[in-house]
C-alpha cells in the first residue's frame, strides 16, 4: 500500500541531545514537508522540498534542520538548538507541491526529560 | 498572509444529526481548499479536495462547498454517528498550505 511512513512514533529525548525523525513516502510525491503541531494551535511548517536535493525553511525552521537525498525520504533532525522541542510532528508530502492534494504520517511525538 | 479560521473550536450532537463545520480564509487567490479528520495521536486523513473551479466536492454522508468570493468553505456531514466523532481541519493553498485550528467535534450516542 502506498503511503508515507514516520518512525519513531514515540521518543524521548534529554535535554541537549539531537533527534532525527525519520519520513519514507512511496507515492512517488515530489514535494514533502515536514509540519509542527501543539496543543491549541494549527499545524507550523518547519521545512519543506519540493525537489531532490533542495530545501527551503518554513516559519519555525529555527532548532531545526532537514535533508532530502533521496526523492522518497526526508529526515528531520531536532537540535539541541531548538529551545522548545516537546510536540507532535507530521510528515507530509504532494505529488504537485502546493497545487496538489496533501497526504499526511501518523506523526512522531517528541517528549524532551 | 493568508489566515483560515475555523468556528466553533468545538461542537457537540447527538447521533443522527445533520451538522455544517465552517472555515473561512482571508486571501481569495488560493488554487485548493481541502478538508481533513484528525484522530487524536494520529496524523491527519484527507477527506475532501476542492479546486478553485469546483464548487462542491461530495463522498459519502460528506459534502464540502467552496466560494471563493467570499473566502468560506462548509464541511457537511449528514446522518453523524460516533465514529465521527474527531478535529476537523480545513487547508488552503498556494502557495503553501495554510491550516484552520480545527473543529473538535464529539458525537454522543
Known amino acids: 500500500d502506498g503511503g508515507i511512513t514516520q518512525s519513531p512514533k514515540y521518543l524521548f529525548r534529554k535535554e541537549g541531545q539531537n533527534v532525527t525523525l525519520s519520513c519514507e513516502q512511496n507515492?512517488?510525491?515530489?514535494?514533502m514537508y515536514w509540519y509542527r503541531q501543539d496543543p491549541g494551535q494549527g499545524l507550523r511548517l518547519i521545512y519543506y522540498s519540493q525537489i531532490v536535493n533542495d530545501f527551503q525553511k518554513g516559519d519555525i525552521a529555527e532548532g531545526y534542520s532537514v535533508s532530502r537525498e533521496k526523492k522518497e525520504s526526508f529526515p528531520l533532525t531536532v537540535t539541541s538548538a531548538q529551545k522548545n522541542p516537546t510536540a507532535f510532528y507530521l510528515c507530509?508530502?504532494?505529488?504537485?507541491?502546493?497545487?496538489?492534494?496533501?497526504?499526511f504520517g501518523e506523526g512522531s511525538r517528541l517528549t524532551v526529560l | 498572509k493568508q489566515e483560515v479560521t475555523q468556528i466553533p473550536a468545538a461542537l457537540s450532537v447527538p447521533e443522527g444529526e445533520n451538522l455544517v463545520l465552517n472555515c473561512s480564509f482571508t486571501?481569495?487567490?488560493?488554487?485548493?481548499l481541502q478538508w481533513f479528520r484528525q484522530d487524536p495521536g494520529k496524523g491527519l486523513t484527507s477527506l475532501l479536495l476542492i479546486q478553485s473551479s469546483q464548487r462542491e466536492q461530495t463522498s459519502g454522508r460528506l459534502n464540502a462547498s467552496l466560494d471563493k468570493s467570499s473566502g468560506r468553505s462548509t464541511l457537511y456531514i449528514a446522518a453523524s454517528q460516533p465514529g465521527d466523532s474527531a478535529t476537523y481541519l480545513c487547508?488552503?493553498?498556494?502557495?503553501?498550505?495554510?491550516f484552520g485550528t480545527g473543529t473538535s467535534l464529539t458525537v454522543i450516542p
Open positions: 507530509a508530502s504532494s505529488i504537485l507541491g502546493a497545487a496538489g492534494e496533501l497526504f
Open positions: 486571501d481569495s487567490a488560493i488554487y485548493n
Open positions: 507515492l512517488n510525491h515530489d514535494a
Open positions: 487547508a488552503v493553498s498556494p502557495p503553501q498550505f495554510y
